[in-house]
């Protein structure tokens, strides 16, 4: 035994990383990890984008062109599935895993070796869930919000590796967020108080807890589909006793606050980059702590108002409603101290920022039309339409998105240790800005106008902004092989970035060098104050 | 390495191949699992999928084993600060909370089914095609009568609380207590109080499972009350039977710490392992007192 322990002590004190391509397989490091759950995101991202772009060719014109209506049904569900769980949401732990540790100087996640687990968990459930399209019956064609009994009942039988493929994210999420939970209350550096922590970092605490609350509530529902399909139980047949509208209660339960998981640390990663080109502190730190916080509660109660049509009491009615309309006050005051922050700031628009102030209007365009989607009465109207597909779009492509991109600009110089090329980054940032609006903007008409989702054909009143829409998807999509060509270039070449990169950044990640070493903060120092506040 | 005095605070373990393979485990259990309810559901053959899902639980239960000692090892080397040890303290306690959600969800169905949902069948508030389709439904609970009993044939008596599971409840109870005793013990340094004590509460957890695959039997043979039979039964075994899950996964930590307080490894400040697994008791024992509530109690 105690050879074994003088072996760990030997390779404990390595300082680069492991030759080969077995380095991405075994490593503790929470870069590489990161690293690779980018890299992952990034290929879920351009996987669910084809399928997005076979739905937006099909419905470049009315009648049926291109696929099969079972197919259409299976591309919108694969779509959702694998931006939500596959590209936004471990994009943000690949990103909580690069900077995290680095800015509350920390060694190295709490627990690296789970960190592992985590990240290789998720090429397993995902291949597993994108062989369903070629199984026997087709892959899962009830949307990504997989209601009962379409996902039971009336399911193809590759609905148990879809409701496994779930578990296995769960999983992973769980394993992640317990990990960044405990890196964060554990190892901050001495003298760094909660109150002095990057805003990324608050957000994603919080994010992490949402995560532990709600990914076991995903693991719930999903088993009891799988006991209705397999073992003869009642949950969703009313037959037996049981209800269909109790599954979106729980599946809801758990979605609300995945809404929020999705766009929470996006608020961290603009609260970083808005100061940082303004040349000026965040404008109210602590109402960003206390509105993150606020989002983060609210998001528990007021999962009814994705339900508003399917029969509920009044009383219910009107509770989710007004509780629905209280998440305004947090993200206005969110929204208010960023263009506070902005204000009289000495502005200069590189990449990150552009990308960032796109967040802010358009994610705000995409919180006002919630607004009025939280609207009992008027839901009955948009409910199922193209509005609530719009809607949901502008919070996820030009909000969530969007801020992974700012991110990866705003951070790239750090990890790689070159400048990306700006030109080319302003060129992207502008194809994508056009192509989101383009694809997404006419959607609201069509919606108003009653178009409704998920279908494959659609009226003749509908073609023109349909054609639209599909034009400035099909713009938006290749724009991003753009983005994969600066990515590598700037890991390849580039000016030497500087350790703090942007003039105005501050924070304890800029005060280590261009690209930041493979272990970062071995002993934690005292925490200059001032750089950790930024 | 005394040279290098970078990991004196926190231990950052080195590459290690044990992730890959309980992801790999995990995953053929998981693959082996689902292919073998679709054959099984389909009545075709289900020997493939139970071979996967054997090979994955032997990749997995293994991966773990190794996982376990390495950091058992790594403590006995004193390689973990009090700092680590936070770490995994932290860890616990998030796992257990992410749990206690899981079974939020079960009983939050409970809950809605019995508030709302069984109601609503028998025609409160007029709801429309509810009540029109089973126009002579009445409401009762525990749900002997489902609304189509040709497809979910109900059961004839419902369980009582009283008998097995008041044994059950009571086998619970005292296994917290003895637990805690045997706690006391560790931290008075008493070895045999610790063994004898903890070695009871890991027989009262096997009696407990024992007691409750009796009263399956019961309900299967005695009651009709089946999976199959409406939502009385399955809120009763998918509560009762993920909380069983939960008391074999619990007593098999207790006795890996029983193999361990016999073999030495604990001292009063250096228990984590043991105090996790009590952790993890009194929280399985929490739920059961919530099962005998609402389950049992007020559902018969």
Redesign the interface.
Known sequence: ?SA??EE???????HGP?KGLM?W????NHKDIGTLYLWFSFMMFLLGGTFALVIRAELFQPGLQLVAPEFFNQMTTMHGLIMVFGAVMPAFVGLANWLIPMMIG???M?????N??SF??LP??FT?LASTLLMEGGGPNFGWTFYAPLSTTYAP?SV??F??AV??MG?SS?MG???V??TI???RAPGMTLMQMPLFVWTWLITAYLL??????L???VT?M??D???????F???????P??FQ??FW?FGHPEVYIMILPAFGIVSAIIPTFARKRLFGYASMVYATSSIAFLSFIVWGHHMFTV?M?LAGELYFMYATMLIAVPTGVKVFNWIATMWQGSMTFETPMLFAIAFVVLFTIGGLSGLMLSIAPADFQYQDTYFVVAHFHYVLVPGSIFSIMAAVYYWLPKWTGHMYDEKLGKTHFWLSFIGVNVTFFPQHFIGLAGMPRRIPDYALQFADYNMISSVGAFLFGFSQLLFLVIVIKCIKTGKQATAQVWEGAHGLEWTVPSPAPY?TF???DEVNLKEAHG | ?AN?????????????????F???G??LT??G??NM??E???GADTTFGTMVLLLGGVVLATTLFV?FSKVI??SH?K?YSD?MN??YV??MS??I???V??F???F??LF??RA???P??AGE?N??P?DM?WPNYVAEWP?LN???PT??PGAHTAMGWWGLPLINTILLVTSSVTVTIAHHGLNEGNRKKLITWLGLTVALGIVFLGCQVLEYYHAYTDLGL???A?????TF??LTGFHGAHVTLGTFMLLVMLIRAIKGHFKADDCFGFEAAAWYWHFVDVVWLGLFLFVYILGS
Not at chain 1, 8 to 14: A, L, R, S, V
Not at chain 1, 25 to 28: A, G, L, R, Y
Not at chain 2, 8 to 14: E, H, R, S, T
Not at chain 2, 230 to 234: D, N, S
């Open positions: 035994m074994i322990i760990h002590h030997h390779d404990d004190h390595h492991a380095r397989v075994f490593t503790t920390a060694p190295d709490a627990l690296p070796r789970m592992n687990y290789w968990i397993f459930a597993m039988p148990t590796y409701i496994f578990h296995l999983i769980i967020s317990i990990n939970v405990v209350l554990n190892l532990i609350a709600v990914m076991p509530v693991a719930g529902v009891m799988l006991m399909i397999h073992f003869g139980t009642s949950f047949n009313a037959a037996g006793g049981g209800d509208v109790l209660h729980v339960f029969g009491p272990h071995s002993t934690p | 390495m290098d005095a970078t990991y004196q605070n926190y231990y950052v373990p080195a590459d290690s191949k044990l992730p890959i309980a992801s790999l995990l995953f998981v693959f699992m689902g309810f679709n099984m559901t389909a996982w090892e790594e080397a390689l700092q936070r770490s932290w860890g998030w796992f909370f992410s749990e959600m899981f939020a969800a079960f939050g169905a809605y089914v709302f949902v069984v609503w069948l508030g709801r429309g509810s389709l749900m489902t609304p189509d497809l979910f089946t999976l199959n409406g939502i009385y039964g399955t075994f998918m």
